[in-house]
Structure formats: C-alpha cells, structure tokens
C-alpha cells in the first residue's frame, strides 16, 4: 500500500513517539500459545494501527507489555516507511548525521533507522526511481544505498516497487 506524497508534512516514521500514537489506534490483549498461566492471563500483546494509512503493526513475543509496546511501535515505524510516502526536497539533519563519508550509518536496531529508511524511499521517488539520482541528491554513493536497501528483502522490495511504478527495471 503506497500512499502518495503529501506536501510538506513530516513522515510518520520520524515523528515523537507521543505524536505517532496520537495517530493510532492501540489494542492491548492476550494471546494464546507457551507461556502458560501467565500468557493466558495477563495483556501483554499489543497492535497499533496508524488511522491515517491503515498500516498496522503487532508484537506478542515478550512477556511484558512494556517490552511487546516497544517492539510494536518500532514494527510500525519500519511497516510506515516502506508504505507511506511523502514529499522530499533534500537530505534531512538526521540523514546528514547518519551519513558519514557517504556511507550509511545506522544499526538495524536503531530506533531511528525507520526514518532514514523513509528518507531514502521518498528521495528515490523524487528522483523517479533513478537510484543513481536519490544517492547523489543524498551525498552517498549509488553502492551504498542499494546496500543499504539490499538489508532486508522488504526493503529492497519497496524500493523495487518505487522503480517500477517509473518504469525501471528492478535492483538485484
């Protein structure tokens, strides 16, 4: 589901976590399977879903909710990236802090990577999916942000969808 680009709103990736929830409708339950006792009887598994979009994003893994929220709010963050689109005009601060020397710094964990993500997605957009383009317009190599994107098949793929709706031949 690719949303398109909205004029000068930030993307939900980057925003506080305060304002994303704000957006969100949040569910707070159990769910079934090991755990006994505990799993069955305490609301440790939450889903939040982004009103706007539709996107949604869940975690039950944990046994405190605290741990399952966090884990959610991050699915989110990355799910929104990939899916929602907006409009881009040159490398952010925080893209400029996580690229040093025109290579990508930023650990698959990081609870800023989302954003990044988003930004490298949506320059490729404003560059009609002309990888070659979005890396110069955000001072990194064409290398190193396919290797970027290439981290995990889901991104690779959002970008791949990206350079199909342009007309161009998928990344590998």
């Given at each position: ?62 046994r405190r909710q605290a741990d399952n929220?966090?884990?959610?709010v991050f699915r989110l963050r990355v ?39 988003a930004e490298s997605l949506d320059a ?49």
């Amino acid at each position: 589901m690719a949303c398109p680009p909205e004029s000068n709103e930030p993307h939900p990736a980057s925003l506080s976590e305060a304002e994303l929830l704000d957006g969100c409708d949040t569910w707070r339950g159990r769910r079934s399977g090991p755990g006994g006792q505990h799993r069955n009887k305490v609301e440790t598994a939450v889903r939040i879903t982004h009103r706007a979009s539709g996107v949604t994003a869940e975690a039950s893994e944990r046994r405190r909710q605290a741990d399952n929220h966090a884990a959610a709010v991050f699915r989110l963050r990355v799910k929104l990236a990939l899916a929602v689109r907006t409009a881009w005009d040159s490398p952010s601060v925080l893209w400029q802090e996580r690229c040093r020397g025109g290579r990508i710094a930023v650990n698959a964990s990081h609870h800023r990577l989302p954003a990044v993500l988003a930004e490298s997605l949506d320059a490729l957009v404003e560059r009609a999916g002309d990888d070659g383009a979005a890396a110069e317009a955000l001072d990194v190599s064409r290398s190193q942000l396919v290797k970027f994107w290439k981290r995990d098949g889901a991104w690779l793929a959002a970008a791949n969808r990206v350079r199909e709706g342009f007309e161009r031949g998928p990344l590998r």
